[in-house]
């Protein structure tokens, strides 16, 4: 079982920046490709950014040239960097971590950090 803790979640002024954490327990965040995932109230939740073990990264289109998504294999942390944020920017992020092993996938998830920005 893999135990992840996103952290670094908390109340921004727009156009204020932050970077959340994703840590994971054990020895599979090398061999996972890692997502972030945002939920805000009354929406379905929705893919952020993702990356894969080769650092291959998609983002979605709303925070395109406002994120950065990294991962450090060596310490199990991944990292989401979010700048020039809006209040759009609202909700309860979550780390998710997918495995492939012996042909099945294994998808882990945190508790999530909440983000709120507001003046």
């Known amino acids: 079982q893999v135990h992840i803790v996103e952290s670094g979640g908390g109340l921004v002024q727009p156009g204020g920046s932050l970077t959340l954490s994703c840590a994971a327990s054990g020895s599979a965040f090398s061999t996972a490709a890692m997502n972030w995932y945002r939920q805000a109230p009354g929406n379905q939740r929705e893919l952020v950014a993702g990356?894969?073990?080769?650092?291959?990264?998609i983002f979605e289109d709303s925070v395109k040239g406002r994120a950065t998504i990294s991962r450090d294999d060596a310490k199990n942390t991944g990292y989401l960097q979010l700048n020039s944020l809006k209040p759009e920017d609202t909700a309860i992020y979550y780390c998710?971590?997918?495995?492939?092993?012996?042909?099945?996938?294994?998808?882990?998830w945190g508790q999530g950090t909440q983000v709120t920005v507001s003046s």
């Open positions: 998710n971590l997918v495995q492939t092993r012996l042909g099945r996938q294994f998808d882990y």
């Open positions: 990356i894969s073990i080769y650092g291959v990264t």
